[in-house]
């Protein structure tokens, strides 16, 4: 047998053994079928002993799970002369807008359940105890009427300035609430088509806000203590982010489109309520990706050896949108995202160049006013603003400056308190821009100028918010940016003017 195998192709080896030697071929094919007999009886065996088992197997295998890198920051020293980088977005886990984790607390569908004491949400950027000495997720955020923080307001209670901040604050957010689109945007121009009944409301602003203008709107729920997961507006602040993602380009992280001079700045802005809603709830894995995409954003537009202004890129640098980005920055920072270093360190060196002796804070270079749009120069002066020193002092605080080391952080207070909030509308003064800046850099301050600018801002804010028909719970947009940003600018705004003392912890300087 064995000869004649070698004499046979081999190809032809099979068919050989088959056609001369019959019997092993049955031997084969009988063994192959007690195999399977034998597998058929196991498997029947397994089923019986077990009634819940399912009848179907499937086989699948394990995901692979990706190391998440952040993107690489490189930390240098070299100020002011700091060389750019790009900053690749890291590949992390796609936003599932229909995720359906079950809220810890609250009811959507009970928008008078608000809590009385401390929310749950914490605060967006603060300290993490008593005398810790850094920029973290606050442990105390959240509304406290009367008590440690509300009582720089006045008592709480329906009677006191606490009592009183409250009810604006709450007014203010259902309003907010009731002219939230379903898509979960703030319509700068339409949003009185929700105003089904009466007569609507008036204020319209500029479409191409509407992410810049959401962003703000987000903020102020974020700041009562609303998140993802928790809180009475929990559905709000959901689909606010979900439309907020859904602006974003998926190439390079911008929200929204550049059909506007100040595309960067509503960046900017959306950035900061993405941050803290993917902080605040908890570092919630299907907001990373976003969150960090717009913070790269962030580090691709800053100029060379310098800060940001209205285009990327476009070597021209202001105060006012270098405020938003730090704060986008140090939110980031905060809830442990990856952040360029050394952008926050240029925009120390740009604040040093901007501030005089005095501590005011210039615009464009030393000496120069706040920006007006134009033709509103002469309606709301310069001389009746602060908005940059406290956009600065604001910042100086929040990156950690002590005023000690600082010497313009002291007289940049008392240049503020020079000119505290008063809402008149013959005079030009009003500019609640300036009002939000200057409440979070005064409540750093604290002591008494802070209880000074606290009451001031209090009775500019609670006389003057509306009272009847649609419009209650809103404020007239009626201050140099209010036809850009309309009645939900102006509302988002000064809500967030109110929500100062406890929306930011105090940085500490272990004193």
């Not at 088509?193 to 500029?206: I, M, N, R, V």
């Not at 911008?254 to 605040?280: D, M, W």
């Not at 007289?411 to 005079?427: G, L, Q, S, Y």
Request: glycine share 10%.
């Amino acid at each position: 047998m064995s000869e004649a195998l070698e004499t046979v192709p081999q190809e032809q080896i099979g068919k050989k053994i088959a056609t001369q030697s019959p019997w092993v071929l049955i031997a084969i094919l009988l063994h192959v079928a007690g195999v399977a007999v034998a597998s058929i009886m196991y498997y029947a065996r397994e089923s019986s002993t077990d009634d819940t088992a399912p009848t179907e197997i499937t086989v699948s295998t394990a995901p692979v799970v990706e190391q998440i890198l952040p993107p690489e920051i490189v930390d240098r020293e070299e100020v002011p002369k700091l060389k750019d980088q790009d900053i690749t977005p890291s590949d992390l886990t796609e936003f599932d807008p229909d995720a359906t984790d079950e809220p810890e607390q609250g009811d959507p569908t009970e928008l008078s359940n608000l809590p009385s004491g401390d929310t749950t949400g914490g605060s967006a950027i603060g300290v993490t105890g008593p005398g810790h000495h850094g920029i973290a997720p606050s442990t105390h955020g959240g509304r406290k009427p009367g008590g440690k923080y509300g009582s720089r307001f006045g008592k709480g209670g329906k009677g006191g300035a606490g009592g009183r901040v409250n009810e604006a604050i709450t007014a203010g957010l259902e309003w907010l609430r009731k002219h939230q689109d379903e898509d979960g945007r703030w319509d700068c121009e339409k949003f009185m088509k929700h105003d089904k009944e009466g007569e609507p409301c008036t204020g319209a602003g500029s479409p191409v806000n509407d992410v810049g203008v959401s962003g703000l709107a987000l903020l102020a729920f974020l700041g009562e203590g609303n998140t993802m997961k928790i809180g009475t507006y929990r559905e709000v602040v959901r689909k606010g982010v979900k439309w907020i993602i859904e602006q974003q380009n998926q190439d390079n992280g911008l929200i929204g489109q550049n059909a506007s001079s100040a595309y960067v700045y509503s960046h900017a802005i959306a950035t900061v309520a993405l941050c803290e809603a993917y902080g605040l709830s908890d570092n919630l894995r299907s907001l990373k990706k976003p969150a960090q995409s717009a913070i790269n954003y962030i580090a691709q537009a800053r100029n060379p050896y310098g800060v940001w202004r209205y285009q990327p890129r476009d070597n021209d640098n202001d105060t006012s949108i270098t405020g938003w980005m730090v704060q986008a920055l140090l939110s980031a920072k905060a809830f442990g995202l990856a952040y360029d270093d050394a952008a926050l360190k240029a925009s120390i060196v740009w604040f040093d160049g901007v501030t005089d002796a005095t501590g005011a804070s210039g615009y464009l270079k030393v000496g120069d006013g706040s920006s007006r749009p134009v033709g509103k120069q002469a309606k709301f002066p310069q001389s009746k603003t602060e908005a940059l020193t406290a956009v600065v002092l604001l910042c100086r605080y929040l990156m950690e400056q002590d005023p000690k080391d600082c010497k313009t952080m002291g007289p940049a207070a008392e240049t503020i308190m020079r000119k505290p909030p008063v809402w008149d509308p013959n005079d030009g003064s009003i500019d609640m821009y300036y009002w939000y800046y200057a409440s979070y850099a005064m409540y750093q301050v604290g002591g008494s100028q802070w209880d000074a600018w606290a009451r001031k801002m209090t009775d500019a804010a609670v006389k003057t918010q509306l009272k009847d028909g649609n419009p209650k719970g809103s404020w007239d947009p009626i201050d140099p940016w209010g036809e850009d940003g309309g009645r939900v600018y102006s509302t988002a705004i000064m809500v967030l003017c109110l929500e100062a003392y406890y929306r930011y912890g105090k940085v500490s300087f272990g004193r």
